[in-house]
């Protein structure tokens, strides 16, 4: 079955120098890891901090872009591109694993629909509006309500990318972004990466009603993988504490100079100690894959584990080469074989065939 993970966060670890062609201990993803976990496909995002704006932000996409095209080029043996369905459905049946780009924060289009065109050109097919913040487009859930959802030029946004063919995400998005990108898209939208608000509490996870909305209008939700997002009792000895900022402290000396071994090896220590906390388990993700199938339908939920992004994850979810082992999960809770294609992948790739569709009216 075609397996689809609608958000890696992987090219900011291609620009941390890892290489993708090798199977690296302790990462997240690779494409020997994916390979071996049977992910067929998969949006790299390009994510873009907060703290950047304007230029800076629009130099810093465009580097992520180089390093993910300089990548996968050099493994086009057994890896390669697609920019629709059409060729993620033609790479599948050659056996090739498939990267598709999304951008993490719309903040490299700089108030400007011709960087949006441009970004689209480049292979850019999928946008999350917002991070952890409002910018231009529209209001983050951690955000100040700048604009009490789109903003004037947010809307624009949309109905450009609703003509170009560019999946609209709002993971990251406040409620009332997600309530308006609801009212003026005329595509289905999607979250590439959050949970449910009924099972868990965090901000970033979606009310029982928008996963309904997101569903009428033929969206899907992809359940995200970040512990914290899965259940209300995980609380990570990082978070608040001065352990916590020990480690960011770590990492961010790791991301300014990702070739010092000595620092590279500080980065895999916390990483090994992470991989050894107490963390819930794959079963939690299939918790929240059932609650959306009972609230919203079978046909509108997915996965997207936000791997390279996240700082820990399920326990038994450690990379992408232990997926299957999701779905085994989900065998064992009675979904059948079709059932489980349509949550792998399938409903994913309904959607985005949806979107082109309509953008061929416009």
Not at 1 to 19: G, I
Not at 58 to 70: G, H
Not at 79 to 88: C, G, K, P, R, Y
Not at 172 to 197: F, G, M, N, Q, W
Request: hydrophobic share 40%; glycine share 6%.
């Amino acid at each position: 079955m075609l397996v689809f993970d609608s958000h890696c966060d992987s090219p900011s670890q291609m620009h941390r120098l890892r290489d993708f062609a090798k199977d690296n201990k302790l990462a997240h993803n690779d494409f020997p890891k994916m390979k071996k976990g049977g992910v067929s496909a998969a949006y790299f995002a390009l994510y873009i901090p907060r703290e950047l704006k304007d230029a800076e932000a629009t130099s810093y996409a465009l580097e992520l872009l180089s390093d993910v095209y300089e990548q996968v080029e050099a493994s086009q043996d057994s890896v390669d591109f697609a920019f629709n369905s059409e060729e993620l459905e033609s790479n599948y049946k050659a056996g090739l694993t498939t990267v598709m780009i999304s951008m993490e924060n719309g903040s490299p289009i700089q108030r400007n629909l011709n960087l949006l065109r441009m970004f689209y050109r480049m292979g850019v097919t999928c946008m999350t509006l917002t991070h952890n913040g409002d910018n231009e487009i529209a209001d983050s859930v951690v955000g100040n309500g700048r604009w009490g959802g789109l903003s004037p030029f947010g809307r624009e946004v949309v109905a450009e990318m609703n003509r170009l063919g560019m999946i609209i995400d709002i993971a990251h998005a406040s409620d009332d972004t997600v309530a308006d990108c609801l009212e003026y898209s005329k595509a289905p939208i999607v979250s590439t990466h959050s949970c449910c608000r009924d099972l868990c509490h965090h901000r970033r996870n979606l009310t029982d009603d928008q996963i309904k909305a997101i569903a009428a209008k033929g969206g899907v939700v992809q359940v995200a993988f970040c512990p914290s997002f899965l259940t209300d009792d995980f609380d990570p000895y990082f978070d608040n504490t001065e352990e916590g900022r020990t480690v960011d402290a770590i990492e961010e000396e790791f991301i300014k100079d990702p070739s010092n071994k000595e620092k590279v090896a500080a980065w895999n220590d916390v990483c090994a100690r992470i991989n050894a906390m107490e963390r819930p388990s794959l079963k939690y993700v299939a918790d929240h894959i059932d609650h959306v199938v009972q609230i919203a339908g079978i046909d509108h939920v997915g996965i997207g584990s936000d791997f390279d992004g996240i700082t820990a994850t399920p326990a038994g979810l450690e990379n992408s080469s232990m997926l299957p082992a999701l779905f085994e999960e989900l065998r064992g809770r009675g979904y059948s074989e079709e059932e489980i294609a349509k949550i792998a992948g399938g409903n994913f790739v309904r959607v985005m065939k949806e979107v082109e569709r309509i953008a061929a009216t416009l």
